[in-house]
T-cell receptor, first 115, second 108 residues
Framework: GAVVSQHPSWVICKSGTSVKIECRSLDFQATTMFWYRQFPKQSLMLMATSNEGSKATYEQGVEKDKFLINHASLTLSTLTVTSAHPEDSSFYIC???????????FGSGTRLTVV | QKEVEQNSGPLSVPEGAIASLNCTYSDRGSQSFFWYRQYSGKSPELIMFIYSNGDKEDGRFTAQLNKASQYVSLLIRDSQPSDSATYLCAVLTDKLIFGTGTRLQVFP
């Protein structure tokens, strides 16, 4: 089945630094990937839709200059959290779909802690 | 009105019973509907998806969709303690939107 690989699994960074999270579709091409954020005991909140070869579409309230998304190839999307602050600490998860006859598969998630 | 609504639970059922999880959605243009299971601290795992009215069965799981009522459900037969998790309903229009999830507890 479709596999989505996400790295790193966890990261601790200092306040003010930037962190890059990678999301790869291993055995299929994904023109669209979704990025979610999940705070403890809350559901997944869609941050943005990553489109291969074009600009990402951000949800209302998500700062596009803070959460930079790049989808340069059909198998790789990256999310960069710039100038991270403690309130950005969360579980970030990406998702992609192999095709319309398949469900969306999630990466294993990245737990970001900003200290 | 939230786009995707679920009862947060917890829903407690005894081992071997049928667990029934429900979800309603607001956008009539929604195309596909997904059920995910999420264990604490882990990312969601796809259980099944449905896009036509009626029932879809896969092992112990049955998804039911009623587009006229904007309602989708998941039945888990012969519930096991290992089924204890949060179950997320997700709806696809031009993006995949999740409900808040229902926490299921299966006790021995």
């Amino acid at each position: 089945g479709a596999v989505v690989s996400q790295h790193p699994s966890w990261v601790i960074c200092k306040s003010g630094t930037s962190v890059k999270i990678e999301c790869r579709s291993l055995d299929f091409q994904a023109t669209t990937m979704f990025w979610y954020r999940q705070f403890p005991k809350q559901s997944l909140m869609l941050m943005a839709t990553s489109n291969e070869g074009s600009k990402a579409t951000y949800e209302q309230g998500v700062e596009k200059d803070k959460f930079l998304i790049n989808h340069a190839s059909l198998t790789l999307s990256t999310l960069t959290v710039t100038s991270a602050h403690p309130e950005d600490s969360s579980f970030y998860i990406c998702s992609a779909r192999q095709g319309s006859n398949y469900g969306y598969t999630f990466g294993s998630g990245t737990r970001l802690t900003v200290v | 009105q939230k786009e995707v609504e679920q009862n947060s639970g917890p829903l407690s059922v005894p081992e071997g019973a049928i667990a029934s999880l429900n979800c309603t959605y607001s956008d009539r243009g929604s195309q596909s509907f997904f059920w995910y299971r999420q264990y604490s601290g882990k990312s969601p795992e796809l259980i099944m998806f449905i896009y036509s009215n009626g029932d879809k069965e896969d092992g112990r799981f049955t998804a039911q969709l009623n587009k006229a009522s904007q309602y989708v459900s998941l039945l888990i037969r012969d519930s096991q303690p290992s089924d204890s998790a949060t179950y997320l309903c997700a709806v696809l229009t031009d993006k995949l939107i999740f409900g808040t999830g229902t926490r299921l507890q299966v006790f021995p």
